[in-house]
């Protein structure tokens, strides 16, 4: 049974709504990068957020995995909400098995409250190191964290900026279970797909055969901006070659996600239904698109249905 897209009087008011891709997902699809957010009146937002997002439903989130076409989902903990997991875990809980989670944890953590997180569905926890996003947490605390999370399994997923990756790098290196790079490290899509400093961040990839990376988010990344609004399906032209590369020399190790609902984006509010029309272009044969929304995060995420 599938849920029907329904707008919440409110919500992401400049957002018209999804419109269905041209691409057909292959069965088993998964989006592995989406969010819920709230509600706010049942589960408040952090007070040291940076950012207030729009509310953000199980439901309507559960709606727009079955417009589009997935099958399964991998919700993840985002900065407005802290290490207060309840909405993700709550998403989890009502999915019925067709979710999973990366959450976001402190040090001090019990090993009590991180079992309890895994058999509710969550799967890794996020370092961010975005600086406008958060403030920086100390290493020692994030190794402690691994140190929790290492006995289940679990990967840790990582948000950074391009410019960043050099004093990260080493760090991210000694982390001792797979990694996860959130957005291709939000590469500068203005320059050289083939120059020094995207060949810096695929070196990182090279560097150990347990870290993934999603190529995501273009409505992020782009320069050029989303296409006219001229029935045209292709967009983000300037990220396509960045993704190509990492998917073609990664097949093995790369994710796809929405980021629904696409919060602190203000010039432009991107239109799901494209989105999923660009896997096509950074994955052009089904056997590369097969492995980078089925295979993949399957094995990740679903390792005991692989």
């Given at each position: 049974m599938t849920t029907e897209f329904v707008k919440t009087p409110g919500w992401l008011d400049w957002y018209a709504?999804?419109?269905?891709?041209?691409?057909?997902?292959?069965e088993g699809a998964v989006d592995a990068h989406c969010h819920v957010f709230g509600p706010g009146a049942a589960f408040p937002?952090?007070?040291e957020r940076?950012?207030?997002p729009c509310d953000a439903s199980k439901e309507e989130l559960s709606a727009l995995r079955d417009r589009l076409g997935f099958a399964r989902n991998v919700i993840v903990q985002a900065t407005c909400h802290g290490a207060d997991n309840r909405a993700m875990v709550d998403a989890l809980r009502a999915s019925g098995g067709r979710a999973r989670g990366v959450a976001t944890l402190?040090?001090?953590?019990?090993?009590?409250?991180v079992?309890?997180?895994?058999?509710a569905g969550v799967r890794g926890v996020r370092f961010n190191f975005v600086r406008r996003l958060v403030d920086a947490a100390p290493r020692r605390d994030l190794l402690d964290v691994v140190e929790r999370i290492a006995p289940y399994g679990w990967h840790v997923v990582v948000y950074f900026e391009a410019a960043d990756l050099p004093d990260l790098r080493d760090f991210l290196l000694s982390i001792p279970v797979p990694l996860v790079v959130d957005h291709m490290g939000r590469p500068d899509v203005s320059k050289d797909p083939d120059g020094p400093d995207f060949e810096a961040f695929l070196d990182f990839l090279r560097a150990r055969t347990d870290i993934w990376c999603k190529v995501t988010c273009p409505e992020r990344l782009t320069v050029s901006g989303p296409p006219a609004l001229d029935g045209e399906r292709e967009a983000y032209r300037d990220v396509v070659p960045f993704a190509?590369?990492?998917v073609e020399e990664f097949p093995d190790r790369v994710l796809w996600g929405t980021d629904w609902p696409h919060p602190n984006l203000t010039d432009h509010?991107?239109?799901?239904?494209?989105?999923?029309?660009f896997v096509p272009h950074i994955a052009p044969t089904p056997e590369l698109r097969h492995r980078l929304l089925v295979d993949n995060p399957t094995r990740l995420y679903w390792p005991e249905a692989d």
């Open positions: 709504g999804p419109t269905r891709p041209a691409y057909r997902l292959p937002y952090a007070p940076k950012y207030t402190r040090p001090g953590v019990t090993d009590a409250e079992r309890e997180l895994h058999e190509r590369r990492v509010m991107p239109d799901d239904g494209l989105l999923v029309d």
